[in-house]
C-alpha cells in the first residue's frame, strides 16, 4: 500500500501536535481508514510504532483508555534509595568546610574528593558497596549544595629581581 506524499507529510504534522491517548486515537483511526495492511504501511512511510497502534485499537475497541505514568519512569535519585545520604555527607564535610578567601562567592572549599567522601561513608556509616553511588554522583551531590574541592594554594615566592642599571656606553 502506497501513501501519497503530500497524505503522508500531513498525518506526521497532525501526529506531532498530539500527546499520549489522543495521539494513538488519531493513529488508530488513521490506521482503521486505510484498511488491510494498514499498519505496515503506516509504519513504513510514516514512522509509527505498530505497538502503538495496536494499543490506539484496543483503545478505540474497549474505549478504555490507558493512563500513561511518566513520572514512574526512569531512575530515582540517590536520596531516595539513602533517605539520610545528604545528611551523612554533610556530617563528614562540614567540618572541614572553608570559605571563599576573596569573598567572592557564597561557594565552601572543602579538601576531601567525592572518592573520600564514599570511603568515608563506608568506614564511618557503614554503607555497603552496593548502596552507595558512584563517583560521579557523590561528587554531582557535593556541588549541588555548594561544596567545592579546591586545591589551597601555597604562596609562591616573589621573583628575585634586580634593579635594571644602566651601562654607559663609551
Not at 26 to 43: I, P, S
Not at 62 to 73: L, N, Q, T
Not at 96 to 125: C, G, W
Not at 131 to 158: A, D, F, Y
Request: charged share 30%; proline share 4%.
Amino acid at each position: 500500500m502506497k501513501i501519497a506524499q503530500n497524505v503522508v507529510r500531513l498525518l506526521k504534522s497532525a501526529a506531532e501536535k498530539l500527546k499520549g491517548a489522543k495521539k494513538r486515537q488519531f493513529m488508530a483511526e488513521t490506521v482503521n481508514d486505510l484498511g488491510r495492511g494498514g499498519q505496515r504501511a503506516c509504519e513504513r512511510q510514516l514512522g509509527w510504532c505498530r505497538n502503538t497502534i495496536r494499543k490506539g485499537q484496543l483503545e478505540l475497541k474497549s474505549s478504555v483508555v490507558c493512563i500513561d505514568y511518566f513520572e514512574g519512569r526512569g531512575r530515582k535519585k540517590a536520596e531516595v534509595k539513602n533517605p539520610n545520604l545528604l545528611e551523612d555527607i554533610k556530617s563528614i564535610v562540614e567540618p572541614d568546610a572553608q570559605a571563599d578567601p576573596a569573598m567572592n562567592s557564597d561557594r565552601l572549599y572543602i579538601k576531601y574528593t567525592a572518592n573520600e567522601v564514599r570511603n568515608q561513608l563506608k568506614v564511618r556509616f557503614n554503607y555497603p558497596d552496593s548502596e552507595l553511588p558512584s563517583r560521579i554522583t557523590i561528587n554531582r551531590k557535593l556541588n549541588e549544595n555548594g561544596w567545592h574541592l579546591k586545591k589551597v594554594r601555597k604562596t609562591i615566592p616573589q621573583k628575585k629581581s634586580q634593579k635594571q642599571t644602566q651601562y654607559l656606553r663609551v
